[in-house]
């Protein structure tokens, strides 16, 4: 019996969503187009890049843009081998739960890696509705559940009949998701650790919940192929010496909330800036999790580049709005270069099918902002 369960560090998690419940502005039930960044066409590969000398040293932010926004997937429409038993560890603690009906899919998390892992295995079709965080074109005209930014509206979901809800405890409120078991649909929580190993785990407990373990498994080698090869692309355009690697930071921002977080180790930003070939200082300075930003830990930390959602950075009115409202952001070495990037709120930190284009995105942005 394939057992899933709620994330391990609980209190990032609760941090998270406590974060992104308060910042959202989504309208309940609205249908608003998600946001998506733009399809720039074929581009060279990375090792073919004429990438900065010293990458330390580049002034100016720059935006980190999908080559392709939307979701491949390893199958067509497979076939659930259902009913199946889960254990799903939710708040109650642990639960059998039964599927036995996959053709009303409501994928909810807090950034629409589910989701996007559920059209990734090819059981797009099935989808009824979407979080706000879900952001690629083919889910572009389902109707939002979440309102608030990240609150579930119940009404929203019960209308829309879906025979399973698929979620990882990340948004809420909880009482709205119990609501929704107690009125009798399936609700299977999930369990993948934000960071680089997230998009595998992640497609083999989607698959085993929905009754298409085979395609999980494909989707799994694929992911772990296509992550494998950008983490080698970035390795071979990053500087050698580490001494000359880039200093990063994870900054999460929503200035019409005051919302100022630095995300540290078990964020899934740490393995982020990792694999993006630069060191995590806010590991460094032992920050761990997602933390009020304080002006001393962000001096101490005095990251070369500044990693930030681009929602976010509009909510503060950009570099300039972010560095008047934050004098000790200015006063790093990224403030004084104005050394931003940033990218789409729903694709950064996602951890879905799609973290090999973001990882290789973010690249050309550290290492290549004139491409």
Not at 66 to 92: H, K, M, Y
Not at 237 to 250: G, H
Not at 316 to 322: F, I, N
Request: glycine content about 10%; overall charge negative.
């Amino acid at each position: 019996m394939p057992r899933l369960a709620l994330r391990s560090h609980a209190l990032a998690l609760v941090t998270a969503s406590a974060l992104l419940l308060t910042a959202g502005c989504a309208a309940p039930g609205s249908s608003a187009q998600p946001e998506q960044t733009a399809v720039t066409g074929p581009r060279a590969p990375l090792g073919e890049l004429d990438v900065l000398e010293n990458p330390r040293e580049w002034v100016g932010a720059s935006t980190a843009i999908l080559e392709n926004t939307t979701i491949d997937p390893v199958a067509d429409n497979p076939s659930p081998a259902l009913p199946v038993d889960i254990t799903s560890r939710d708040l109650d603690g642990d639960r059998t739960v039964t599927v036995t009906d996959a053709s009303r899919i409501l994928p909810m998390d807090i950034s629409g890696s589910i989701a996007a892992t559920v059209f990734a295995l090819g059981l797009g079709d099935n989808v009824v509705g979407r979080d706000i965080s879900t952001t690629f074109p083919e889910a572009a005209d389902l109707p939002v559940v979440t309102s608030g930014g990240h609150s579930i509206n119940s009404e929203s979901v019960l209308a829309l009949r879906p025979s399973i809800v698929i979620t990882d405890g990340t948004i809420g409120p909880t009482d709205v998701v119990l609501q929704l078991r107690e009125a009798g649909i399936t609700v299977v929580y999930v369990d993948a650790e934000a960071g680089l190993g997230a998009p595998a785990e992640l497609a083999r407990q989607v698959s085993q919940a929905l009754g298409v373990e085979a395609a999980g498994e494909l989707l799994v080698d694929r992911l772990d192929a296509e992550i494998a090869a950008v983490l080698a692309d970035i390795e071979s355009i990053r500087p050698e010496n580490p001494a000359d690697r880039v200093r990063m930071l994870f900054l999460y921002l929503r200035g019409s909330s005051g919302i100022y977080y630095l995300f540290g180790e078990e964020s899934g930003a740490d393995e982020l800036i990792e694999g993006l070939g630069g060191i995590d200082v806010a590991g460094e300075i032992g920050w761990a999790g997602m933390r009020p930003m304080t002006d001393e830990a962000l001096i101490a930390a005095d990251p070369d580049l500044i990693l930030v959602m681009t929602g976010g950075l509009e909510s503060v009115g950009g570099v300039s709005g972010l560095l008047a409202s934050k004098p000790a952001i200015a006063l790093t070495r990224a403030g004084q270069n104005e050394r931003f990037v940033d990218m789409a709120d729903g694709e950064i930190l996602s951890f879905g099918p799609r973290t090999a284009a973001v990882l290789d995105a973010l690249a050309r942005a550290v290492y290549a902002p004139e491409s």
